[in-house]
């Protein structure tokens, strides 16, 4: 008879843990943030390094070396601006739904 009673005990211990633990994960799943992949170090160094590298082609064939540096500024830029465009369009587009 002691018996059963130690097994009950143990029973509805281990039912209570799997009901805590599901409690605390389910409140860590809804407060856990989704990552942005389009806004990366790595993606944004690669982007502006192709704009920059493009440009300074563009900027050598047009002008020489003074056209290769001012070609590499403005696709520096460019890169740039496009990084963040992409940024900000997975953001638009992928909100939180709550």
Not at 43 to 69: E, F, H, N, Q, S
Request: charged fraction near 20%; include cysteine; aromatic fraction near 6%.
């Amino acid at each position: 008879m002691q018996k059963t009673n130690i097994v009950k005990l143990i029973s509805m211990f281990l039912m209570s843990c799997l009901l805590a633990v599901s409690l605390i994960t389910s409140a860590d799943a809804a407060t856990m943030q989704r990552r942005n992949p389009q806004a990366g170090k790595k993606k944004a160094a690669k982007r502006i390094g192709i704009g920059t590298a493009v440009g300074a082609g563009a900027g050598a064939l047009i002008g020489g070396g003074k056209g290769a540096l001012i070609g590499a500024g403005v696709g520096a830029g460019a890169g740039t601006a496009y990084h963040y465009h992409k940024k900000s369009s997975y953001r638009r587009h992928h909100r939180r739904r709550y």
